[in-house]
């Protein structure tokens, strides 16, 4: 091996490298300042991450039993974060309060307290009560049941080394997608309609 590198692969470790830099705005990636943004983009960058990855299996098919971990792991994150940014924002403003919850990666505890905010807005009917709540009930109740603590699809064992026992051999990517983008926009349907009866012009 070369001691001054000129020999080495062009990205090969050097003396001095760097991971984070800033050069210009025309190549850098901005980082949200505030707290509200940074969520919204977290949002939204774990949903079209997963989409991405799954656009790129379907011309790449050697590529899926690498990119479902990803793209599994990316769906479940959006579904964390969605809950916890209206919980945060909204649960506050009903009695009782709803404190926010950025301890753990449940989604059961998330979406039970989600439905008691949506309750919060109803008055002759409860969120369980609407087809779409029901239909996503049993969707986040699945993922659950499949990555109860979002570890499944990040490490290959438990927290004791065991390994973790998945209940299927493959799974459709495509058909996740499909599902999950009617997650994405029942989930921004909600937002929008909490945001509106709650007034956040004011927060």
């Given at each position: 091996m070369s001691t001054d590198g000129d020999d080495l692969?062009?990205?090969?470790?050097?003396?001095?490298?760097?991971?984070?830099?800033?050069?210009?705005?025309?190549v850098d990636a901005p980082i949200a300042t505030f707290r509200g943004e940074?969520?919204?983009?977290?949002?939204?960058?774990?949903?079209?991450?997963?989409?991405?990855?799954?656009?790129h299996s379907e011309e790449?098919?050697?590529?899926?039993?690498?990119?479902?971990?990803?793209?599994?792991?990316?769906?479940?994150?959006?579904?964390?974060?969605?809950?916890k940014d209206m919980l945060a924002?909204?649960?506050?403003?009903?009695?009782?309060?709803?404190?926010?919850?950025?301890k753990d990666h449940g989604l059961l505890p998330l979406w039970r307290s989600y439905k008691k905010l949506i309750d919060a807005t109803l008055s002759e009917i409860s969120?369980?009560?609407?087809?779409?709540?029901?239909?996503?009930?049993?969707?986040?109740?699945?993922?659950?049941?499949?990555?109860?603590?979002?570890?499944?699809?990040r490490y290959p064992t438990d927290k004791q080394g065991n390994q973790t026992d998945i209940p299927f051999g493959s799974i459709d990517l495509w058909h996740l997608q499909n599902v999950m983008e009617g997650i994405y926009l029942f989930f921004e349907a909600s937002e929008a309609a909490l945001d509106a009866h709650f007034d956040v012009s004011y927060l």
């Open positions: 692969p062009e990205h090969w470790p050097r003396a001095g490298d760097r991971l984070f830099v800033q050069s210009h705005g025309a940074r969520l919204y983009r977290m949002k939204k960058a774990f949903k079209t991450a997963a989409d991405l990855l799954v656009s790449n098919t050697h590529e899926r039993s690498n990119l479902v971990w990803p793209v599994v792991f990316c769906y479940r994150q959006y579904i964390e974060l969605a809950l924002v909204h649960g506050k403003q009903v009695v009782p309060k709803i404190l926010p919850n950025w969120a369980i009560d609407l087809p779409e709540v029901i239909a996503v009930d049993a969707c986040i109740e699945e993922f659950d049941r499949v990555d109860t603590g979002s570890y499944t699809f």
